[in-house]
């Protein structure tokens, strides 16, 4: 059964669904559409590694003490991991350019990265 505010939902999301549409046709049939497009999605890559930026600068002030009074390995394994995904995330597309075996140079370092960080929360949450 639907409710009262169903049908005004829908009509919101076709709405979304069409601006959006709209936006990528201005881009696609505009002359010089591409070069717009690569400044737009440039604009939301910076923007959203700002975020994330942000985001880890907060974290680190938040947590700071309890950084510091982690064991020398466990905060050698929590930055190294981090700079591991920073330097991966960077050389990203000469990663991809390299072919098949770049793509999976990618995937195995970010798996690296991803696992430090998890047993260095591990060893961060475990009661000894």
């Known amino acids: 059964m639907r409710g009262p505010g169903a049908s005004l ?3 919101q999301f076709a709405w979304k669904f069409a601006v959006v549409a709209l936006m990528a046709l201005v881009f696609v049939v ?3 559409g591409g070069r717009a497009l690569d400044v737009v ?3 939301l890559t910076v923007a959203f590694f700002a975020a994330i ?3 880890v600068a907060r974290m680190w002030r938040q947590y700071r003490l309890d950084i510091e009074t982690l064991d020398s390995s466990v905060r050698f394994a929590l930055y190294g991991s981090l700079a591991i ?3 991966t995330f960077t050389g990203t ?3 991809f350019d390299a072919g098949g075996a770049g793509v999976l140079l990618w995937f195995a370092l970010l798996a690296l990265a991803s ?3 998890f047993w260095a929360w ?6 000894d």
């Open 53 to 55: 930026a942000l985001l």
């Open 115 to 117: 696992y430090g960080l």
């Open 41 to 43: 999605l440039t604009l």
């Open 122 to 127: 591990a060893r961060y949450r475990r009661y």
């Open 30 to 32: 505009l002359p010089g």
């Open 93 to 95: 597309a000469r990663l």
């Open 85 to 87: 995904a920073v330097l």
């Open 9 to 11: 939902r829908s009509v």
